[in-house]
């Protein structure tokens, strides 16, 4: 097991320096922590020993990094998880990402100094170095939603291929042909899966294929209202809008309502991929795609817990359904929506 003079040594700083990175002080200078922590990476160290904690005890308590409490789904995720736990014997330990890697990797630092048993996961893009070291001192970790790539843990996510299927039968169903979808990072992979299959299958379901339709935000509202808008700005003009999560409808929303006008962005139908709870009492309501998000949470806990005594875990993909709320007539609807 490396030291924290092992790391120093491989870093070339002082051991001060190596501790008060590892510690997570910030007087330090850019170019020395980012030394200590690939060093750190390099070396499967982590601070203050939690792998050998790990092995030795254990502290009854689970890490979960959600990607965006403000998410409804990872609001019920975490819920769930919570409760799960909490029947078996397991506090939690919640955090929040805000969809940011910087933030994602501080929580990363937290969780391992805490000596968490395990860890369930949402991540925001690629391994990081802090990730890296983090799986390198063995702690049992299980994906919630989002995988990968490299990263051998078991997956307990929406099945988006699936719920894409539903949003383009429905469309299909509809007579729409002019269509606009507002994607998520392709970094991500929920928004790479979405979009592909969207972009996969929407020929053969009488959808135009003009990518002047397709645009991407950032999984939260306002880079879904701009990425709207550059949709609008092109001079084209769908009859219905996807927006692959629920953050990104209501930013589809805003962005109509801003080029469009409230009266003619009601005639626009939308769907959404994620149902939130106020859908239904929008004006028109939004059909959707439901996710089961506490399924998701219950089956992570389960497969950590797994993981961490000693059993194995199978990933698994939970099926989707369709929220039809399309029974307007839309040529009558006048109300904004909200």
Do not use: C
Request: no cysteine.
């Amino acid at each position: 097991m490396s030291t924290i003079k092992d790391v120093a040594r491989r870093a070339g700083v002082s051991l001060g320096t190596a501790s008060r990175v590892l510690s997570g002080s910030t007087s330090t200078s850019p170019e020395s922590r980012a030394k200590v922590q690939t060093a750190a990476a390099e070396l499967g160290y982590i601070a203050h020993g939690p792998a050998r904690s790990l092995r030795r005890s254990r502290t009854e308590v689970l890490g979960l990094l959600v990607s965006d409490i403000r998410n409804p789904f990872f609001s019920e995720l975490a819920h769930a998880a919570e409760s799960e736990a909490m029947k078996r014997g397991y506090a939690v330990l919640l955090a929040n990402a805000d969809e940011d890697e910087v933030q994602a990797d501080e929580y990363l630092r937290i969780f391992a100094s805490q000596r968490v048993d395990g860890l369930l996961l949402s991540p925001q893009g690629p391994v990081t170095p802090r990730l890296a070291a983090l799986l390198a001192s063995r702690l049992p970790v299980v994906l919630l939603n989002r995988s990968v790539e490299g990263l051998d843990a078991p997956l307990y996510a929406t099945d988006n291929a699936q719920g894409v299927g539903l949003v383009l039968d429905w469309l299909e169903r509809r007579g729409h042909r002019d269509v606009a979808f507002v994607g998520g990072p392709v970094t991500i992979s929920t928004g790479a899966e979405r979009q592909a299959a969207y972009l996969a299958g929407r020929e053969a379901h009488g959808i135009s294929t003009d990518d002047a339709f397709v645009d991407a935000g950032d999984f939260q509202a306002e880079g879904a209202t701009a990425a709207m808008i550059r949709i609008l700005d092109r001079g084209v003009l769908p009859t219905a809008v996807f927006g692959a999560n629920g953050p990104t409808t209501l930013g589809v929303l805003h962005g109509l309502r801003e080029r469009l006008g409230a009266e003619a962005a009601s005639r626009i139908e939308v769907i959404s991929f994620d149902d939130l709870e106020w859908f239904e009492f929008a004006s028109p309501p939004i059909t959707s795609v439901r996710n089961d998000a506490a399924a998701i949470g219950r089956l992570g806990v389960r497969g950590l817990i797994d993981l961490i005594e000693g059993r194995e875990a199978a990933s698994a993909r939970i099926a989707m359904s369709l929220v039809d709320r399309s029974l307007v007539d839309r040529s009558s609807a006048s109300r904004p929506v909200s």
